[in-house]
């Protein structure tokens, strides 16, 4: 028979038991959540901070009418809503952004994945030109584009080149065609480097037996491409595109440096316009309409590129 302990024989019971579920509450699975919590911290303050809080906002900006000369903050409810819906500027400004958005991303990656494939060869001197296709990547945008704006002038180093060959160059930030397509190509010749990098280091991620196996079958170069490099490379394609189009739909040092806007509205994107309406015309809740609007469709075209990764994404299907 077991013998009972002091505390028995008097009726008092021992603390322990609440001492030992205290240390089954604090397991290594809480305290490893707790660790990951503090770790991603720092993200989600930021997050919380600088994006969610002025993205309402915004919101908030955009049900007002906001003068700052006259220091008033009224409130108009869905009324820059309705005066965006009739705005005859907008349809030409949403015209510019998508003609811009479609030149540039078409132009930029395919002009990224062509020097992707040329870069990938082993040839001597690929290195050199590697570093030379990335190196505007690095160049501050407002050195860089003040530097093309002398370029493109009409007695600017451009037409200069197309002078010693007898071509009369034009004004080419004065023409509305020559002006959009300026800007594209500034763009284009900026950040190009960034996609090809991403996209070279997607293609040496592609197995060459698998190319072997091909060239045994008898399937050309293009074949080649088209049936074993494009789905490889289909996740770092779908990457690109978003972040280039979204970059596209942010432009505005550009066309501030370069155009104004101008000539006309040609080259007035939407972001340049909400600069117009909220710092020189004044109006900023209809600057912040406009943001809302901007905020809607490059998540509309985000959405729709996600949704589309599970037809041409080949690790999707």
Same mark, same amino acid.
Request: charged share 15%; proline share 4%; hydrophobic share 50%.
């Given at each position: 028979?077991?013998?009972?302990?002091?505390?028995?024989?008097?009726?008092?019971?021992?603390?322990?038991?609440?001492?030992?579920?205290?240390?089954?509450?604090?397991?290594?699975?809480?305290?490893?959540?707790? /660790?990951?919590?503090?770790f991603? %911290?720092?993200?989600?303050?930021?997050?919380?901070?600088?994006?969610?809080?002025?993205?309402?906002? !915004?919101?908030?900006?955009?049900?007002?009418?906001?003068?700052?000369?006259?220091?008033?903050?009224?409130?108009?409810?869905?009324?820059?809503?309705?005066?965006? /819906?009739?705005?005859?500027?907008?349809?030409?400004?949403?015209?510019?952004?998508?003609?811009?958005s479609?030149?540039l991303?078409?132009l930029?990656? +395919?002009?990224?994945?062509?020097?992707?494939?040329?870069?990938?060869?082993?040839?001597?001197?690929? %290195? $050199?030109?590697?570093?030379?296709?990335?190196?505007?990547?690095?160049v501050?945008? !407002? %050195?860089?584009?003040?530097?093309?704006?002398?370029?493109?002038?009409?007695?600017?180093?451009?037409n200069?080149?197309?002078?010693?060959?007898?071509?009369?160059?034009?004004?080419?930030?004065?023409?509305?065609?020559?002006?959009?397509?300026?800007?594209?190509?500034? =763009?284009?010749?900026?950040? !190009?480097?960034?996609?090809?990098?991403?996209f070279?280091?997607?293609?040496?991620?592609?197995?060459?037996?698998?190319?072997?196996?091909?060239?045994?079958?008898? /399937?050309?170069?293009?074949? =080649?491409?088209?049936?074993?490099?494009?789905?490889?490379?289909?996740?770092?394609?779908?990457?690109? +595109?978003?972040?280039?189009?979204?970059?596209?739909?942010q432009? $505005?040092?550009q066309?501030?440096?370069?155009?104004q806007?101008?000539?006309?509205? +040609?080259?007035?994107?939407?972001?340049?316009?909400?600069?117009?309406?909220?710092?020189?015309?004044?109006?900023?809740?209809?600057?912040?309409?406009? +943001?809302?609007?901007?905020?809607?469709? !490059?998540?509309?075209?985000?959405?729709?590129?996600?949704?589309?990764?599970?037809?041409?994404?080949?690790?999707?299907?």
């Amino acid at each position: 028979m077991p013998l009972l302990t002091d505390d028995r024989k008097a009726g008092r019971t021992s603390h322990r038991p609440a001492l030992d579920g205290g240390r089954r509450w604090w397991t290594t699975r809480r305290r490893d959540h707790l /660790a990951g919590y503090l770790f991603i %911290a720092p993200q989600l303050v930021g997050s919380v901070l600088f994006v969610l809080i002025p993205l309402g906002l !915004v919101v908030w900006y955009s049900l007002h009418e906001w003068n700052v000369l006259a220091d008033t903050f009224d409130f108009v409810g869905a009324g820059n809503y309705r005066a965006m /819906a009739e705005d005859p500027n907008l349809p030409g400004v949403l015209r510019a952004s998508a003609l811009f958005s479609i030149g540039l991303v078409a132009l930029n990656l +395919s002009l990224a994945l062509f020097l992707a494939v040329l870069l990938n060869q082993r040839l001597r001197g690929t %290195a $050199f030109f590697r570093v030379m296709f990335f190196s505007p990547v690095v160049v501050s945008l !407002v %050195a860089w584009t003040i530097v093309w704006g002398f370029l493109l002038q009409d007695n600017g180093g451009i037409n200069g080149l197309l002078d010693t060959i007898g071509v009369d160059g034009p004004n080419w930030l004065r023409g509305d065609l020559t002006a959009m397509l300026s800007v594209i190509v500034v =763009q284009v010749v900026k950040n !190009v480097g960034l996609n090809m990098v991403l996209f070279l280091a997607a293609l040496q991620g592609v197995p060459g037996e698998l190319y072997e196996a091909a060239r045994v079958e008898g /399937a050309g170069r293009w074949t =080649q491409f088209r049936r074993i490099t494009v789905p490889l490379i289909s996740p770092t394609i779908l990457l690109t +595109s978003i972040i280039t189009v979204v970059g596209s739909l942010q432009v $505005f040092a550009q066309i501030a440096v370069l155009t104004q806007g101008g000539p006309g509205s +040609s080259t007035t994107v939407l972001v340049y316009y909400l600069y117009q309406q909220a710092f020189q015309f004044h109006h900023f809740g209809y600057g912040a309409t406009i +943001s809302v609007l901007l905020f809607l469709i !490059v998540l509309a075209l985000t959405v729709v590129q996600w949704q589309m990764r599970k037809r041409w994404v080949f690790h999707e299907q």
